[in-house]
């Protein structure tokens, strides 16, 4: 693994991590942690440790960077396919994070 592969994934780990932590509802912090999971068993052993120390607390910022990093790693030379199924793993999670369906403020 590159080092720029090695920073995005570590980024990526790190808000995802960070989305957990920030989670409005027990859901929705299982279904980021579910989206980690898959993020590391695309991987393998070879994941960077995680930082969330100093990152914000605003989930929709969190969010964003997160997709932002994970679609980054499809130029690292992981599978689309992989890629397309966390991207759709954290909008399901961001769903179930939503404690207020009806006020969609997130």
Known sequence: ?????AVTLAEARSY?????????????SVEYEHALLYLDL?????V???????????RAILHAVAVSAVKELADHGIDKLQVE?????????????NPNPEASGF
């Open 1 to 5: 693994m590159l080092l720029a592969h």
């Open 16 to 28: 995802i991590a960070a989305l957990a932590d920030e989670a409005a509802t027990f859901d929705g």
């Open 42 to 46: 695309i991987h393998g052993d070879d």
């Open 48 to 58: 960077p440790a995680l930082d969330t120390h100093g990152l914000t607390d605003d």
């Open 85 to 97: 199924l966390l991207l759709d793993m954290l909008d399901i999670a961001r769903d179930r994070d």
